[in-house]
């Protein structure tokens, strides 16, 4: 996760230890305490957890999330989110609140090794990894450094003193790390280690893209087709969430979607037959997921919707579309489309040009969705030669290019939303999943009253080394907002681009 070097910080700081006293020899004759380093913990009932740097750069609320456990941060740790604490991005955003809030609860005690109380009811505690402050190494280190014999190496220096603490405590010790690599090492030593659980959610909520069905009687069905709205048993309907989009069946062919509102009742999808974009292009839905989905995107009182679809499910361009429909309709101020850079907050100076210039290259799939849906219906019959008028201005824009000089279109750079307010806008976030849980809060509490946020992605398709298919800010905005009512999720399985795309997705 993160690209180690060898740290000349940590070995000075190493050498001020000593140079303290804190490596064994405080006084004349007189050795240190393992609590000195910080290896005893306050008590030996509860468990020891390691904390790595990329847990406190993914989640800098980590510390109190373990309860009532005894946390240790090792010096090495603290050396390493110096390295990130100057960079004007995300992740040294993290890096500056690890430290302040790590400030703040060591602020009253003079011994940052011995422990401070946490919220949760446990412990935190500084550790230094000295391995000459051991009169006699455990046959466990020993064969690490038989093992991994470079000790300057920063992971080698946590697991290290991942089995010094081992040696010194009789209850576990775990290390907690996003660090596939540092986890196999881990397990290859007999460390015990677990990946950051807290923002994870569960592997069927990513996996499962099939549209609930409920059973229905024949009448009861028949008369949800004439009125709309039909009320449903608890016990029937069983765990089925505010806005969640089923298909009422009676048998197999008999079926008909429907939306479960907040009152317990399931209502009728309200769409219109498709979405007319003026002196444009119409949009159709071509399938069950993009009817419900356009559902989700018309309703004024969902605020947000999340989406998930493989590539070629349609899920930007219907969301494009549903924009434009509900802006030419005067219901939002403008619309704006933006999509992360990789890794949002990255430094787009490498690309030449303006601000625009350089998002071109990211933003493309947009202008090409925009260039579609509002390109003029093509004439009847032989089209007419058009004389080249001379002059700068001979170049017609496109019809988004005028939305986008009259401010009513926006294309913009995520990385630079922090700190806007975003009022009455329908907000179009495309390949959410690369985000972390931490930019996705931070992009949906940029949205003022009357605005929209629809957050599309596929959860398959990740590049951002920082999470995976189930820690992404997609999934994890789904599944902290789901059973609200302001919030509707639906996802997109059945592709529609091509039937080589379609067959490309499933099989390879």
């Known amino acids: 996760m993160i690209n180690r070097t060898d740290e000349s910080q940590a070995r000075l700081f190493q050498d001020n230890n000593r140079a303290e006293g804190l490596s064994g020899r405080k006084s004349a004759g007189s050795k240190a305490k393992p609590s000195d380093f910080g290896l005893k913990a306050p008590s030996q009932i509860v468990k020891n957890y390691v904390l790595d740097t990329n847990v406190f750069l993914h989640d800098p609320a980590c510390i109190e999330r373990f309860k009532e456990n005894h946390l240790c941060v090792l010096v090495d740790v603290l050396s390493e989110l110096d390295r990130f604490k100057s960079e004007q991005t995300e992740r040294g955003a993290n890096a500056r609140r690890v430290h302040r809030r790590l400030t ?126 039909i009320g449903v048993d608890e016990d029937v309907r069983g765990n089925v969430t505010v806005n969640e989009y089923v298909l009422l069946s009676s048998g197999e062919k008999q079926t008909i979607p429907a939306r479960l509102a907040a009152d317990g009742s399931f209502v009728r999808l309200q769409i219109p037959e498709c979405l007319k974009i003026p002196d444009g292009q119409s949009l159709k839905p071509m399938n069950l997921g993009q009817r419900c989905l356009i559902d989700a995107l018309l309703n004024p009182d969902i605020s947000l919707v999340t ?94 290019e005028v939305l986008m000089d009259q401010g009513i279109l926006e294309i913009e750079a995520l990385c630079y939303i922090r700190g806007r307010s975003i009022p009455n806008r329908f907000f179009i976030l495309d390949e959410a999943q690369q985000l972390t849980p931490q930019e996705a809060k931070t992009i949906v509490t940029r949205m003022s009253r009357g605005s929209k946020l629809v957050l599309v992605g596929d959860p398959a398709q990740i590049d951002n080394p920082y999470v995976d298919s189930r820690s992404n800010g997609l999934v994890y905005t789904r599944n902290r907002l789901k059973g609200q009512a302001l919030a509707a999720h639906v996802a997109l399985s059945r592709g529609e681009r091509s039937e080589l795309a379609e067959a490309g997705a499933q099989l390879m």
Not at 184 to 212: F, M, P
Request: charged fraction near 25%; glycine fraction near 8%; include cysteine.
């Open 104 to 229: 703040d609860l060591f602020s009253c005690t003079e011994k940052v090794t011995q422990g401070v109380a946490t919220e949760g009811g446990g412990t935190l505690r500084l550790v230094i990894y000295d391995p000459s402050s051991c009169t006699k190494n455990s046959e466990e280190l020993n064969r690490f450094y038989r093992i991994f014999p470079d000790r300057e190496r920063v992971d080698h220096r946590i697991l290290a003193a991942c089995l010094l603490l081992m040696q010194h405590n009789s209850a576990p010790v775990v290390l907690v790390t996003k660090d596939i690599n540092m986890q196999l090492k881990a397990r290859a030593v007999g460390i015990e280690c677990q990946d950051y659980l807290n923002d994870k959610v569960d592997v069927r909520e990513v996996s499962n893209y099939e549209t609930r069905r409920i059973e229905i009687a024949p009448m009861e069905l028949q008369r949800f087709a004439s009125s709309g709205i």
């Open 307 to 400: 989406c998930y679809g493989h590539a070629g499910t349609g899920k930007t361009l219907v969301a494009v579309a549903a924009g434009l429909h509900e802006m030419f309709n005067r219901r939002y101020n403008g619309l704006t489309v933006s999509r992360p850079v990789v890794a949002m907050g990255d430094q787009l100076g490498y690309l030449p040009g303006s601000l625009d210039e350089k998002m071109r290259p990211w933003l493309q799939p947009i202008h090409d969705a925009l260039d579609l849906l509002m390109r003029p219906s093509a004439p009847l019959g032989p089209r007419r030669k058009q004389v080249k008028k001379d002059g700068p201005d001979s170049g017609a824009k496109k019809p988004y």
